[in-house]
């Protein structure tokens, strides 16, 4: 198993079930990966409800469930590859 994921793992007990938002789990490796998810986000006018630093390198976001795949895609284009989503409709944590 990658240890990037081991990373993201041990946070997702974190995570509680919410029926209102989708929320996303980001490992970000450095200050400028962080300033370069920060301008994506914004880019596609993505509206964030609530962000939560649960380590140096993990960031917890609460967003619209329709926004998902947008900011998903988006990031993995741009190099984020350690994401974990949780849809707010089918979460089962």
Same mark, same amino acid.
């Given at each position: ?11 997702? +007990?974190?995570? !509680? &079930? ?5 929320? /996303?789990? %980001?490992? $970000?490796?450095?200050?400028? +990966?962080?300033? !370069? &998810? ?5 880019? /596609?006018? %993505?509206? $964030? ?45």
């Amino acid at each position: 198993m990658n240890p990037l994921e081991n990373q993201l793992e041990q946070y997702e +007990s974190k995570v !509680k &079930a919410d029926l209102t938002f989708a929320q /996303l789990l %980001i490992y $970000i490796d450095t200050e400028k +990966s962080s300033k !370069k &998810a920060q301008e994506i986000i914004k880019e /596609l006018g %993505i509206r $964030i409800f609530k962000a939560e630093k649960l380590s140096p390198n993990v960031v917890l976001l609460k967003l619209e469930t329709k926004d998902m795949r947008d900011i998903v895609l988006k990031l993995t284009e741009n190099g984020f590859l350690n994401i974990k989503g949780y849809n707010a409709a089918s979460s089962k944590i």
